[in-house]
């Protein structure tokens, strides 16, 4: 029995066809699976901006999926006139003031660990980072609150900016620290030869080639700081030193809250993050992937 050459070509084909009858299921699958988590994403969002509208009086006698007939605007002005330009200053100031030096020690420190890998106390340093990351928050409440209390630093700012620090530079050294590894030895080597020390190195050339990764460690660490609670729960006391997540409970009252004020608040509050992960969101994720996937 003789085989024609035309019967590979065709066992080609119906082979390719299966394939792409295969994808385009996993694809369905995909796609639906999409669609029912965008909808459980956006569900919330619709209903803590139509809530944010509605009149306290008319909250629990209507639909809460459905829009007011008369939208109101008067929740935002109640929150913009209960010091929410304070708050929204002490969230700037604690953010900024503790992602900057964060990143910044971070990258110097993931630059020290990652050129003098040889030496074995930058190795034990290293490690310290690794296990900062084994540590949570909450189990670093009690002596955190100890040492506030012993610097004389209670009721600050700077209270709340020192701990947000420490917690932020673990993981940016690791992150830092892979991308700086992925820069090749020989453009060290260069430098040197062409006699530039390492402060010039650093700066020179590690952090453009790194922007990707500093760039990340930013946008997360602002993010998380800006969203913090816990800290300005434990270690601030005074009206004056809240933030905007610790200044939610201004609205709720002994006996009942007012939820379309608090929702009012929450989207004011989330404005700033929208726009910081709308000009970071590209650099954010290749970041992130590039990172771990190397």
Same mark, same amino acid.
């Given at each position: 029995?003789?085989?024609?050459?035309?019967?590979?070509?065709?066992?080609?084909?119906?082979?390719?066809?299966?394939?792409?009858?295969?994808?385009?299921?996993?694809?369905?699958?995909?796609?639906?699976?999409?669609?029912?988590?965008?909808?459980?994403?956006?569900?919330?969002?619709?209903?803590?901006?139509?809530?944010?509208?509605?009149?306290?009086?008319?909250?629990?006698?209507?639909?809460?999926?459905?829009?007011?007939?008369?939208?109101?605007?008067?929740?935002?002005? &109640?929150?913009?006139?209960?010091?929410?330009?304070?708050?929204?200053?002490?969230?700037?100031?604690?953010?900024?003031?503790?992602?900057?030096?964060?990143?910044?020690?971070?990258?110097?420190?993931?630059?020290?660990?990652?050129?003098?890998?040889?030496?074995?106390?930058?190795?034990?340093?290293?490690?310290?980072?690794?296990?900062?990351?084994?540590?949570?928050?909450?189990?670093?409440?009690?002596?955190?609150?100890?040492?506030?209390?012993?610097?004389?630093?209670?009721?600050?700012?700077?209270?709340?900016?020192?701990?947000?620090?420490?917690?932020?530079?673990?993981?940016?050294? &690791?992150?830092?620290?892979?991308?700086?590894?992925?820069?090749?030895?020989?453009?060290?080597?260069?430098?040197?030869?062409?006699?530039?020390?390492?402060?010039?190195?650093?700066?020179?050339?590690?952090?453009?080639?790194?922007?990707?990764?500093?760039?990340?460690?930013?946008?997360?660490?602002?993010?998380?700081?800006?969203?913090?609670?816990?800290?300005?729960?434990?270690?601030?006391?005074?009206?004056?030193?809240?933030?905007?997540?610790?200044? &939610?409970?201004?609205?709720?009252?002994?006996?009942?809250?007012?939820?379309?004020?608090?929702?009012?608040?929450?989207?004011?509050?989330?404005?700033?993050?929208?726009?910081?992960?709308?000009?970071?969101?590209?650099?954010?994720?290749?970041?992130?992937?590039?990172?771990?996937?190397?």
């Amino acid at each position: 029995m003789t085989i024609t050459p035309t019967e590979p070509r065709q066992r080609q084909k119906t082979t390719r066809r299966t394939r792409q009858r295969h994808s385009r299921r996993r694809n369905w699958a995909g796609g639906l699976a999409g669609w029912v988590w965008l909808v459980i994403v956006a569900v919330p969002l619709y209903w803590t901006l139509i809530t944010s509208l509605k009149a306290q009086s008319r909250y629990y006698a209507s639909n809460p999926l459905v829009p007011s007939a008369d939208p109101t605007l008067d929740n935002y002005r &109640l929150v913009i006139e209960s010091d929410f330009l304070r708050y929204f200053v002490n969230s700037l100031v604690v953010t900024a003031g503790a992602v900057v030096p964060a990143v910044v020690f971070s990258f110097m420190a993931a630059y020290a660990i990652v050129r003098g890998w040889h030496m074995r106390g930058l190795r034990a340093i290293n490690g310290l980072f690794l296990m900062g990351l084994a540590i949570p928050l909450q189990a670093t409440v009690i002596p955190v609150y100890l040492i506030i209390i012993k610097l004389h630093l209670y009721d600050s700012l700077l209270a709340l900016i020192l701990p947000s620090i420490a917690f932020a530079v673990p993981l940016s050294v &690791l992150v830092l620290g892979n991308f700086i590894r992925d820069v090749p030895k020989e453009l060290f080597d260069s430098m040197r030869v062409d006699g530039a020390t390492e402060w010039t190195t650093l700066w020179r050339l590690a952090a453009p080639l790194t922007r990707p990764a500093i760039l990340t460690v930013t946008i997360f660490n602002a993010l998380t700081i800006w969203n913090g609670f816990l800290l300005p729960l434990i270690l601030t006391q005074s009206p004056d030193r809240r933030t905007l997540p610790l200044a &939610l409970w201004t609205f709720q009252g002994q006996y009942g809250v007012n939820v379309p004020a608090v929702l009012a608040a929450v989207v004011l509050t989330t404005l700033p993050l929208l726009v910081l992960y709308a000009f970071g969101r590209r650099q954010l994720l290749s970041g992130l992937t590039a990172g771990f996937s190397r």
